[in-house]
C-alpha cells in the first residue's frame, strides 16, 4: 500500500489491497463479524477494489445490500469486473461518490470507512453527511492506516465525527489500523 499522504489511492496499486497477504493481516470477515448482520444495508465507503465489499455482501445474506462507494471510476470498473456474474452481484450496488459528497439518500444499518477518510478533503462535511444517511441504530467503523496518519491527526479526525453529532467507542484491534466506532450521538 505504497501511497502518500493526502492522496487519492491510485487505481494502478487497487492490486495491493486485495490480495492473500492482506487477507491473512485483515481478514474481512474477522473484522466485522461484531458489526454485520444477515439483512443489513451497510454502505462500503471508499470501497476501492471490494477487499472488503464481497465478502460484506455475503454476511448480509439474500435479504441484505451493500452500497460500494468510490471517488474512482476505475476503483469501481474493478469491482464491477470481480463480481460479475457471481451469486451476491444482485446485492451489491456501485456508486460513484464526488470528493466531499457522498451523494447517497438511502438509510444504511452499518458503514464501514476503511483506509479512506484521511484522503477526504472535507471530513466535516462527510462526517456530517454519513450521519444524516445512518439509522438510529446505525454504526459506523472507521479505520486508518498507523503511518502516515498521525496521532494528532487521528484525534482531529474523531473531533470532526464528534462534531458531526457522532459519538465514538473504542474500535477494535487491527493489525496495521487506527480504529474507531462511530453512533448516533
Ligand atoms: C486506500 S484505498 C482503500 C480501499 C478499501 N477501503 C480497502 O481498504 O481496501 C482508498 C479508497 O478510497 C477512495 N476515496 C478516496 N477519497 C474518496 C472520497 N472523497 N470519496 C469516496 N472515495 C474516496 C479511493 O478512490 C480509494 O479507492
Not at 454476511?59 to 457471481?86: N, P, S, Y
Not at 478533503?121 to 445512518?134: D, G, R, T, W, Y
Request: hydrophobic letters at 40%; aromatic letters at 8%.
Amino acid at each position: 500500500m505504497n501511497y502518500k499522504k493526502n492522496r487519492v489511492c491510485p487505481v494502478e496499486i487497487a492490486g495491493g489491497l486485495d490480495n492473500r497477504f492482506r487477507r491473512w493481516l485483515q481478514n474481512p470477515r474477522k473484522i466485522l463479524k461484531p458489526y454485520i448482520k444477515e439483512g443489513m444495508a451497510v454502505l462500503d465507503f471508499g470501497c476501492g477494489p471490494g477487499y472488503f465489499t464481497i465478502e460484506i455482501a455475503q454476511m448480509v445474506g439474500k435479504f441484505g445490500r451493500v452500497i460500494a462507494a468510490d471517488l474512482q471510476e476505475g476503483m469501481l470498473q474493478k469491482l464491477r469486473g470481480k463480481i460479475h456474474g457471481i451469486e451476491v452481484e444482485s446485492r451489491i450496488a456501485l456508486h460513484r461518490s464526488e470528493a466531499n459528497k457522498i451523494g447517497l439518500s438511502e438509510k444504511v444499518d452499518f458503514a464501514l470507512a476503511f483506509y479512506v477518510v484521511h484522503e477526504i478533503p472535507n471530513q466535516k462535511e462527510f462526517f456530517k453527511e454519513l450521519e444524516s444517511i445512518l439509522h438510529p441504530s446505525g454504526q459506523v467503523l472507521v479505520v486508518e492506516p498507523p503511518f502516515h496518519v498521525s496521532k494528532s491527526a487521528f484525534a482531529d479526525t474523531i473531533g470532526k465525527a464528534r462534531d458531526a453529532g457522532l459519538k465514538p467507542a473504542k474500535g477494535p484491534k487491527i493489525l496495521f489500523s487506527k480504529t474507531v466506532t462511530l453512533k448516533k450521538g
